[in-house]
């Protein structure tokens, strides 16, 4: 099952940048992943606690954009029964002062047959709605949270520079 969610963030590209590389560094992003994640494994089998892995990849730029990977799965003998999220959040600048937050990625249901008929029953929504959360909870630490902006990755100019005469 496909899901993704976006934010618009009323910061700049580059301190967007700052803060989302300060919050996977602090390791506060693993924080909500987990979170976020162990209230979707937690419906998925009828209010059973699991524990989670969360793995992050480094965030990254490319062509005017920052972006780090991302992968949620629950650990141990009945991990089978966890549905596991492999999903990208990316950043991309908006305007001058705005800036893109956005989450696409791909969740596999537990179980076989009997996990995909939970998904079509409950669980792709509840996914969605925790993709929403999650993506919420990114961006109002991202839009909340002072700092400077980041050397070495800047976003490319937004309109092309005016000539001089």
């Not at 050397?151 to 937004?158: E, F, K, M, N, Q």
Request: charged share 20%; net charge neutral.
């Amino acid at each position: 099952m496909f899901v993704g969610e976006e934010a618009r963030l009323e910061v700049s590209f580059a301190v967007a940048w700052e803060r989302l590389a300060r919050l996977s560094e602090s390791g506060a992003l693993l924080g909500t992943s987990e979170d976020a994640y162990a209230g979707l494994a937690r419906v998925g089998v009828f209010g059973v606690s699991k524990l989670v892995r969360v793995q992050v990849r480094e965030l990254a730029c490319a062509d005017g954009s920052a972006g780090l990977a991302m992968r949620w799965e629950a650990t141990g003998a009945g991990g089978g029964l966890f549905p596991v999220l492999d999903a990208d959040l990316r950043l991309a600048p908006a305007g001058p002062e705005s800036t893109l937050l956005t989450l696409a990625g791909a969740y596999r249901p537990p179980l076989g047959s009997l996990g995909a008929a939970l998904d079509r029953a409950v669980l792709h929504r509840v996914a969605a709605a925790t993709i929403r959360s999650f993506v919420g909870q990114v961006a109002a630490q991202i839009a909340g949270q002072p700092g400077p902006a980041p050397v070495g990755c800047t976003a490319p100019p937004l309109s092309p520079p005016e000539a001089k005469a």
